[in-house]
């Protein structure tokens, strides 16, 4: 799959946005600015001009609407909602060099509010997704109490449950529990034709 390491990048904050919100971890994990400001900083966004209280409603709406994407039901449905999020956020492509690093491109207008940018940037990485074909790629925790989302980047893509310690635990004792298991059938094949022998 050819994607960028810029198109990565904003796979991973999309990822960490959309599972900031109480429908897919249980708890609301931006519930006022200066958590979304803790976001912005973490996620070393860059241009994020002081926030309002408007932008805050705006992540949460915005979160919705990237949801609907992953859970889109074809890569038509997922196309048009990809195209209606990058143009309402007035996405303007152009190359940049800031703060050191290597050329690269930046979606969002100069200027853009915060939803208007994270729209423009993780709308885009999402059309890369869906131009490569992978739109399976976009996936929900399989875990029954987990709805968090994530992009398998995986090579077989293979992937089955988020990052989250929890989910992660998961899949590392049902592996564990599927090797025992396999090696008490290992065993009991070898020890069969001696017990069927046995008096
Ligand atoms: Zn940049
Ligand atoms: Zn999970």
């Given at each position: 799959m050819l994607i960028t390491h810029d198109t990565e990048c904003?796979?991973?904050m999309l990822v960490?946005?959309?599972n900031t919100s109480a429908?897919?971890?249980g708890q609301e994990e931006l519930p006022d600015l200066a958590a979304l400001r803790d976001f912005v900083v973490r996620r070393e966004?860059?241009?994020v001009g002081p926030l309002e209280p408007g932008d805050l409603a705006a992540v949460h709406a915005l979160r919705d609407r990237f949801r609907a994407v992953f859970a889109?039901?074809?890569?038509?449905a997922a196309a048009e909602l990809v195209n209606t999020l990058v143009?309402?956020?007035?996405t303007t492509p152009r190359l940049t060099d800031h703060d050191g690093?290597?050329?690269?491109m930046h979606y969002f207008a100069p200027g853009a509010a915060l939803a208007d940018h994270l729209a423009a940037e993780a709308g885009m990485a999402l059309a890369f997704?869906?131009?490569a074909g992978e739109r399976e790629r976009l996936r929900r925790c399989e875990a029954p109490d987990c709805a968090r989302v994530f992009v398998d980047l995986s090579r077989n893509r293979s992937r089955r449950y988020c990052d989250s310690r929890t989910c992660g635990n998961r899949l590392h004792v049902a592996a564990y529990r599927a090797r025992q298991r396999s090696a008490a059938d290992t065993q009991d094949a070898a020890l069969a034709p001696q017990g069927a022998g046995a008096r």
């Open positions: 904003a796979l991973g960490d946005l959309l429908e897919a971890c966004l860059s241009e889109a039901p074809s890569t038509r143009a309402k956020a007035g690093h290597d050329w690269h997704i869906l131009v």
